[in-house]
């Protein structure tokens, strides 16, 4: 009782719909006859029956029919309340004021046609995805219990990422399985609405230039400020330029990097690490400006400084590293860590994670800018460049 009340001064001190609802749904339970009102409310409330009565139009019920949650082999089926409506009583009820909602967007039509549904498929996911990331999966582990899991009859890979859970804070079930028993939304979909939001944020506007600019979506580079003028080269995103002047739409810039004998056409950031820069035609080949060589005693190779100067569009530019390293860790954890949990960058060397990246290529449905970039971020905190180079 004392809990209950502590809450509810929170909710009236601040406020929200949750807290709102709740009130509601107290006011209603005690109204309908009191303790056993409300628990036999908060029972019928949480049957499948219940759930599909609204559900049932959503594609969210066929696919369930359709999971190993439904149907298998022991006969052991999960309800539609036993992965989404909480045990725990007063998390129950928190979880029905939130209902409240769900009623009035029903009756809002919200997800009313499964066109509808896909559309909002995405947010709803997401809402699901952060409950359960915030209760540590509490609903899962209502059926499978990190002690009972008998690790050496699974397969290795199963086996390998399975393991830790048997540690207390091993592992949150919900960050490695996700589309058990719905289809995934559309995330390819949702990757480029998430690329155009942040390059929107990021584009530099009139006023903002900085000393130095970082490339957000692969530039291309004119040796001349002509809008009309064929590219010599693409910058690829993540890539640092100094800024030396700029005219109506085009900043004119200043790259430096290194040339591995024998590839004039790729500009690489460091010595010895496959981080490219750009890819540069004949014309721009033939006006990179080269300083002095070095032997690479680790491989023999030899690696000559260069410049390039030239111009590219404002808006593929921003003066803020901050934002743009943040947008890319974000996109490697949500376009990485569908399956597994993402690797941290300094397991591996910056030329593995061409390959990595490479081989995961088409699991993921992040855009190839993301793509670009991410590997760019990968690589400059990788094992061997994290300190030579900050990142
Ligand atoms: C009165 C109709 C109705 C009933 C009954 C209902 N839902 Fe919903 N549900 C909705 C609507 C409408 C939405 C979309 C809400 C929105 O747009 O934010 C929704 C959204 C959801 C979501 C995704 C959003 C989130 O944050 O969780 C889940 C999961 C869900 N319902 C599960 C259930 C379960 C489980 C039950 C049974 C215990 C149930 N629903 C009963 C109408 C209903
Ligand atoms: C009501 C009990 C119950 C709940 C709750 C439950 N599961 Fe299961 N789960 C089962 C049973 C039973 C099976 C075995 C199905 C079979 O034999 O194929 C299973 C199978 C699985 C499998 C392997 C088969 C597959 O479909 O990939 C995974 C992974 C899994 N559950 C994850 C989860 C996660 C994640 C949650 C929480 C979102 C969850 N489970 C909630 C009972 C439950
Ligand atoms: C770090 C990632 C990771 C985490 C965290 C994780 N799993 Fe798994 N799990 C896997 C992988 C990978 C497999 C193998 C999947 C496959 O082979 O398709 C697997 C397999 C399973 C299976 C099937 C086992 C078998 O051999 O049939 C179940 C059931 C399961 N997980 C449930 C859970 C539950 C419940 C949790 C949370 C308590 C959880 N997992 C947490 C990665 C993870
Ligand atoms: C084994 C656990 C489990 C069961 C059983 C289950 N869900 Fe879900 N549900 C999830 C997970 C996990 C998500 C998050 C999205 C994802 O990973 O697929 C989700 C997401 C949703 C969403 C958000 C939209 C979407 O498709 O992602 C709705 C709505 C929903 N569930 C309704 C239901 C209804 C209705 C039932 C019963 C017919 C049900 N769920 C049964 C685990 C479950
Ligand atoms: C659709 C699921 C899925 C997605 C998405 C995914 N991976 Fe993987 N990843 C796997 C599986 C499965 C393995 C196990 C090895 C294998 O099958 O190649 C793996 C293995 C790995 C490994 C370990 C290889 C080793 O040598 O130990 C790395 C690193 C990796 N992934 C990185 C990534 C990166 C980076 C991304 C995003 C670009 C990504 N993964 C996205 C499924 C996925």
């Known amino acids: 009782m004392f809990r209950m009340i502590k809450w509810l001064w929170r909710g009236f001190r601040r406020p929200s719909s949750l807290s709102f609802g709740l009130v509601l749904f107290i006011g209603f339970g005690i109204g ?5 009102g409300t628990r036999a409310f908060l029972h019928y409330t949480s049957t ?3 759930c599909t009565s609204c559900h049932d139009l959503a594609p969210a ?6 999971s190993s949650h439904f149907m298998n082999a022991s006969g052991v089926q999960a309800g539609c309340a036993d992965c989404h409506v909480p045990e725990p009583f007063w998390a129950s009820v928190q979880d029905h004021a939130h209902a409240v909602i769900e009623l009035w967007r029903h009756y809002d039509g919200t997800i009313a046609t499964p066109e509808l549904f896909e559309e909002h498929r995405l947010r709803l996911a997401t809402q699901v995805w952060d409950y359960m990331e915030a209760t540590n999966s509490r609903e899962c582990r209502t059926c499978h219990v990190a002690d009972a899991f008998d690790f050496a009859a699974m397969s290795e890979s199963a086996r390998e990422e399975m393991e830790p859970l048997a540690d207390e804070h091993g592992g949150n079930c919900i ?4 589309g058990i028993v719905h289809e995934l939304p559309d995330m390819e979909a949702a990757a480029a609405a998430q690329e155009a939001q942040a390059l929107a944020a990021l584009s530099a506007t009139d006023g903002d230039l900085g000393d130095v600019m970082y490339v957000i979506g692969t530039a291309p580079l004119t040796l001349t400020a002509d809008p009309d003028a064929q590219p ?3 910058v690829l995103p993540g890539t640092d330029l100094e800024v030396l002047g700029s005219d109506g739409d085009f900043v004119n810039i200043r790259m430096s990097g290194f040339e591995q004998e024998g590839a004039a ?3 690489y950031a460091m010595v010895g690490r496959r981080i490219i820069n750009t890819s540069m035609q004949a014309d721009a ?3 990179v400006e080269r300083g002095e060589t070095t032997l690479d005693p680790e491989t023999d190779i030899s690696w000559t400084e260069t410049a390039l100067e030239g111009w590219v569009p404002r808006t593929s530019l921003t003066a803020d590293a901050e934002g743009l390293w943040a947008y890319a860790d974000n996109t490697y954890r949500t376009g990485c860590g569908v399956c597994h949990s993402p690797h941290h960058p300094d397991e591996f060397l910056a030329n593995q994670w061409m390959g990595q990246m490479r081989a995961m290529r088409d699991r993921t ?3 190839g800018e993301q793509y670009r970039l991410v590997l760019r971020y990968l690589q400059l905190n990788a094992r061997d460049v994290a300190e030579a180079h900050g990142g």
Request: charge should be negative.
């Open 32 to 36: 309908i006859g009191g303790w056993a």
């Open 48 to 50: 499948t029956e219940y």
């Open 61 to 66: 019920v066929e696919e369930y029919r359709q």
């Open 175 to 178: 960050t490695c399985h996700r």
């Open 232 to 234: 010599a080269a693409q």
């Open 265 to 267: 056409q790729v500009m």
């Open 285 to 287: 080949q033939a006006a």
């Open 365 to 367: 449905a992040i855009t």
